[in-house]
């Protein structure tokens, strides 16, 4: 993502992950049970520990995850 910024003549102010557990979770999905969509029940049982996993991506400085916000400006 910070290719793409700097290719284009961004700035970058801030960039950081979140999600780090959901890696788990799609390579076990995805790549293990070959799932194509996330089933209902797993879904529900990442929604009640996404508290514990917001302070998971705070112990690693949200430096890694599934998901990334990149802020920028010309």
């Known amino acids: 993502m910070s290719a793409v910024f700097e290719k284009n003549q961004f ?3 801030e960039k950081f992950h979140f ?3 959901g890696i788990l979770g799609w ?3 995805g790549s293990i ?3 194509e969509t996330i089933p209902s ?3 529900d049982l990442y929604n009640k520990l996404v508290p514990i996993f917001r302070i998971i ?3 690693t400085f949200n430096q890694m995850g599934l998901s990334v ?3 920028g400006e010309v």
């Open 11 to 13: 700035r970058i102010l």
């Open 33 to 35: 049970l070959k799932k």
């Open 41 to 43: 029940g797993q879904m």
């Open 69 to 71: 916000i990149v802020v």
């Open 27 to 29: 390579f076990v999905s």
């Open 57 to 59: 991506d705070k112990i």
């Open 19 to 21: 999600n780090l557990i």
